[in-house]
C-alpha cells in the first residue's frame, strides 16, 4: 500500500510538474507575441520622438559649432535656397529613406536674419528656422523671454485660430499682388482706416518698400492712421492674422494684404497702387488725392 501511494504521489507530482512547465510555456510565449504587439504599435512613435530629439540636438550642435570657420557667404540666400539646405542637411544625417523630412510652408523675407519655414516628416510639422547665408538651423519656435509658458501657449493658440479665420474668409487677387478679403469689414482706429507695414532692418525689400507706402500715407494725412512696425514686435496679432513670417507685410483697413515689396513693378507703378488700395476704404477721400 504504501509503494502503491508513493508512486501515485510521484506520478502527481511530476504531472503538476509538467503542467507547471506548460503553463509557463504558455505566459513566455504569450509574452514574447505581447511584446511584439506594443513594438509594432510604438516604432512609429519612436521615430516621430527620435525625430524630435534629434533635431533638438542638432540645434544644439549646430549653436555650439557656430563659431567654426565656414566657406565664405557674400549675400543672403532666398528663402527656398536656405530651405532646401536645412532639408538636405537633415536627410544627409538624421533620416532614412524610408523616412525624409521635406519643406512645407516657407516665409518669402527673413525676419531679424531668419527665414521661418515648416519641417514635414511623416504627419508632424515643426516650426523651424534658417539663417539668412544658410549656415545655421533652428528647428523649433523661438522662445519669448519676456513671456511664461502658458502665455505663450495661449499666444500660440490665438495666432492659430486668427490665421485660421483669415483663411477661410472668401477672397480675391487684387492689384499689386494684393489679396482682397471680400466679406471683410474695414478696421478702423478713431474712425480713421488702419494701414499697417510690418519689416525690418535687415530686409532690402522692406527697405525698398518703407519709403513707398510711408509717402503715400502721408499723402492721406488724417484720413487714415498709419502703423509703422519695424523690429519692434508690436502688433503681432495683426502681423500673424495676415503674414506667415515674411516682411515685408502690408494690411490695408484689414481688407487687402500682400507678403514681399512692389519693388519689380517700380516706384510708380506701386505708389498708383497703394493710392488706388487706400481710396478704395477711405471712400475716395480726400478728393485731391483720389481724383473726386
Known amino acids: 500500500m504504501e ?47 527620435a525625430l524630435v530629439l534629434a533635431l533638438g540636438l542638432l ?52 525676419v531679424n536674419g531668419l527665414y521661418k519655414f515648416v519641417i514635414e516628416m511623416q504627419g508632424q510639422k515643426i516650426n523651424s528656422y534658417v539663417t539668412a547665408n544658410g549656415k545655421m538651423l533652428f528647428p523649433q519656435d523661438p522662445i519669448d523671454l519676456t513671456k511664461s509658458p502658458e502665455e505663450t501657449d495661449q499666444a500660440n493658440q490665438a495666432t492659430t485660430t486668427a490665421t485660421a479665420t483669415v483663411d477661410s474668409q472668401p477672397k480675391q487677387a487684387a492689384d499689386g499682388n494684393f489679396t482682397e478679403l471680400t ?60 503674414s506667415d513670417g515674411g516682411v515685408p507685410a502690408l494690411v490695408i483697413g484689414c481688407k487687402y494684404y500682400r507678403i514681399g515689396s512692389g519693388e519689380s513693378a517700380g516706384i510708380e507703378s506701386e505708389t498708383a497702387t497703394l493710392t488706388k488700395l487706400i481710396c478704395n476704404i477711405t471712400g475716395n477721400q480726400p478728393g485731391e488725392v483720389c481724383g473726386e
Not at 7 to 24: C, F, K, P
Not at 62 to 86: E, F, G, M, S
Request: with cysteine; proline share 4%; glycine share 6%.
Open 59 to 110: 540645434g544644439f550642435y549646430i549653436w555650439k559649432d557656430q563659431n567654426k570657420p565656414a566657406p565664405a557667404v557674400t549675400q543672403d540666400l532666398t528663402a527656398q535656397d536656405a530651405t532646401k539646405l536645412a532639408i538636405d542637411y537633415i536627410n544627409k544625417y538624421y533620416t532614412t529613406e524610408t523616412a525624409r523630412a521635406s519643406a512645407g510652408e516657407v516665409g518669402n523675407e527673413p
Open 183 to 242: 466679406s471683410t469689414q474695414v478696421c478702423q482706429e478713431n474712425g480713421k482706416p488702419i494701414v499697417y507695414f510690418f519689416g525690418s532692418e535687415s530686409c532690402p525689400h522692406c527697405k525698398w518698400e518703407q519709403p513707398v507706402i510711408s509717402a503715400v500715407a502721408k499723402k492721406f494725412g488724417s484720413a487714415i492712421s498709419y502703423h509703422e512696425n519695424i523690429d519692434n514686435g508690436k502688433e503681432m496679432d495683426i502681423f500673424n492674422q495676415y
Open 3 to 49: 509503494n502503491i501511494n508513493e508512486n501515485q504521489t510521484n506520478g502527481s507530482v511530476e504531472s503538476a510538474s509538467a503542467e507547471s512547465v506548460n503553463i509557463e510555456k504558455n505566459i513566455q510565449s504569450k509574452a514574447v507575441e505581447n511584446t511584439q504587439k506594443i513594438n509594432c504599435k510604438t516604432t512609429t512613435i519612436i521615430l516621430a520622438a
